[in-house]
DNA sequence: CCGCAGCAAAGTGAATACAATTCAATCCGA
DNA sequence: TCGGATTGAATTGTATTCACTTTGCTGCGG
């Protein structure tokens, strides 16, 4: 016993907001992946994450499987838990099956029609995102709130769609590292106008209640973006070879 | 200690196929799960079904987690765990889900190629389902037969996918109660030929590097398993008004 | 010098003990 | 009689300990 006190708790990470240690370990574990602290194809030692962050191995544990559900982690038996490594090839497909998903999402938000709440907040990213592209050049710090816009879109998107699964399948695509939604790729004004157009097309289609043309819209829309980050690549001169044939469709 | 014997391992699940007591016991609940030993929406106590399987709680909440990375239980902090509910309207989106994501998977299959192993098992599953279907109608163990070849079909496509998280989303809807690949649920002898033959057609766009084809093929091909099975449980007279506006498809 | 057997250290797997929370029944008080 | 606080049993969360597996090193033999 290392300590006297019953239970002194390590709140450590910040603000006590989970629920208990195993979801805030979690949370910081999946930090420490996602930022790059722990870098990727690396071996995690049990042990010394919890003396890094004062707890013991039980909650560790609970965290890299529930990570290793979220496909962040492999695990092999006797062998712990390890970094999944993914190449440009997984990210790019992980756009692919994100723009597929979401595409499905639509069509069923379409199908099933939007709350009076779901349809405010949507029109509201959809006012907001005019107005900021309405003076033709971005300001310092315009693309962050942007970011906040085009995440209410397609997370209010996702809820209407009612179906926990996809959601949830959905959220597991925004965790690969460079697929979240949260990062715009095009940073080119004209490119986030386009994007920005996509969205009202979309939403016109789910109100007009043709889930065909809102899954069609839906799915190039994601696809897009995916072409945008291949061709930003590109252009840095990055390894694009290892993206496979479809990346100009 | 209950025991003077170190470690008697517990094996009770049947031939000790599983690396360790984690990975047996979590096969155990999935199984319980699946075949309905424990009911939807029931509360698992994690004391009771240690002692029932014989280990101690720890393995037990390894498999507890790991179920709800795959989505077959729910989690909520100091509640514990307890099983998913499945409506009917979850079921026939999971075929609408798998269906979209299948469809990826052929679609980055003819993109990528298969190799010649792929190419043989897929083709002899081809030859047996012609063999099977030859005769004009089905002999007792027939569909059994079938569901083998069925699933080797499927399966070997998803591995020339060559996407890993593809493979694990696709796994995740066969593990919705009813939802599974290896269910046949067109039991005519004239709807699983059609099946068969968009097989064939499937596997002819894959080899013929027509990714798009091939994508739309294998969409409609799992689509079409959904709207037999709405068909028969709206001739069975089950409550069908649960489908939704898409279940004619 | 290379290879392999054996041993030691490190790390993971499982069990048990303990702390904290939840939940239900009960006991008051209005 | 109903509502709410309280208490205790049941259940989950965390820590610790022990057992087993892996792994890398060391030393012996070829």
Redesign the interface.
Known sequence: MPDSSPLPPPEAGGPGRA??RS?SVTDQIRDAILDGTVSAGERINEVRFSKTLEVSRTPV??AL??L????LLDYA??RGFTVREFPLS?IV??Y??RA??E??AA??AA??GLSAEERAIIEESLVAGDKLLARGEFAEGDLTIYRGINGDFHDTLLGAAR????A??IR??HH?PMSSSRNIVAFEHRDVRRRHDDHHRIYDAIMARE?WRAEVLMREHVSGVKSSLVKSLIERGEQADIV???AAG
Chains 1, 2 share one sequence.
């Open positions: 629920a208990n979801l544990r609970a499987q529930a290793a559900g979220e496909g038996p006797n997984a497909d992980a692919e099956i597929s998903l595409g499905v069509r069923f199908e099933r179906n926990r699964m996809l949830e399948m597991i695509c690969v889930p496979n044939g479809s």
